[in-house]
């Protein structure tokens, strides 16, 4: 089982930039296929991006590509989303989560596929 927790939100002012991490703690990283997701009040919980085990790929939601860049550091047992550009639309609680790479090879865009859920960092954006 791992034990993940994000850092880096924050209140930023429009086209600002935030970069979030995902520190893991009782299993290695390499092991576990991981995702960014997001989730504003009222609003369910939406996908952000993906990171495959070894981070040779990546998958982006269609409102935060070009913007946003999800990587990791398996070394480190940190995964990362650079956000750039900010806008208000970007305000939500962001959550890390992860799966296991034994259970699928396939990179998951649904929240239910994933095991494994940080507490959440809030990211304010004003206008």
């Known amino acids: 089982q791992v034990h993940l927790v994000e850092s880096g939100g924050g209140l930023v002012q429009a086209g600002d930039s935030l970069r979030l991490s995902c520190g893991a703690s009782?299993?290695?990283?390499?092991?576990?296929?991981m995702g960014w997701f997001r989730q504003a009040p009222g609003k369910e919980r939406e996908f952000v991006a993906v990171?495959?085990?070894?981070?040779?790929?990546?998958q982006h939601a269609d409102s935060v590509k070009g913007r946003f860049t999800i990587s990791r550091e398996n070394a480190k047992n940190t995964l990362y989303l650079q956000m750039n550009s900010l806008n208000p639309e970007d305000t939500a609680v962001y959550y890390c989560?992860?799966?296991?790479?034994?259970?699928?090879?396939?990179?998951?865009?649904?929240?239910?596929?994933?095991?494994?859920w940080g507490q959440g960092t809030q990211v304010t954006v004003s206008s």
């Open positions: 989560a992860a799966y296991s790479r034994a259970r699928s090879d396939s990179t998951y865009v649904s929240p239910s596929r994933y095991d494994y």
């Open positions: 009782g299993r290695t990283l390499s092991t576990y296929h």
């Open positions: 990171i495959n085990w070894s981070g040779s790929y990546t």
